[in-house]
Nanobody, 120 residues
Framework: QVQLVESGGGLVQAGGSLRLSCAAS????????MGWYRQAPGKQRELVAA???????NYADSVKGRFTIFRANVENTVYLQMNNLKPEDTAVYYC??????????????WGQGTQVTVSS
């Protein structure tokens, strides 16, 4: 059974930085893609950044140049480095994974979310 657990959220002033971590537990044979989504109050969940198994990345226009997604395969962890944070970045951030687990079945997994709050 695969689980994704996010960490690293918190309260930070505008202009500050945070690094989010998404740790995958259980046996993972392959990762087709992993990404970070966020959902602010009153808004729909949106894609922030994604990375494919081949290393191709994609970012929302609002975070380009400020956020970086990267992975550590040995540690089964995906990170989101967030720099120059703005109040509009405030949201719950969710890790998402398109993974093949122990049973050899491709499934989409979601973490529980971690709160990021940026004060002005």
């Amino acid at each position: 059974q695969v689980q994704l657990v996010e960490s690293g959220g918190g309260l930070v002033q505008a202009g500050g930085s945070l690094r989010l971590s998404c740790a995958a537990s259980g046996t993972i044979f392959s990762a087709n893609a992993m990404g970070w989504y966020r959902q602010a109050p009153g808004k729909q969940r949106e894609l922030v950044a994604a990375i494919t198994g081949g290393g191709t990345t994609n970012y929302a226009d609002s975070v380009k140049g400020r956020f970086t997604i990267f992975r550590a395969n040995v540690e089964n962890t995906v990170y989101l480095q967030m720099n120059n944070l703005k109040p509009e970045d405030t949201a719950v951030y969710y890790c998402n994974g398109d993974l093949v687990g122990r049973l050899g079945v491709r499934m989409v997994y979601w973490g529980q979310g971690t709160q990021v709050t940026v004060s002005s």
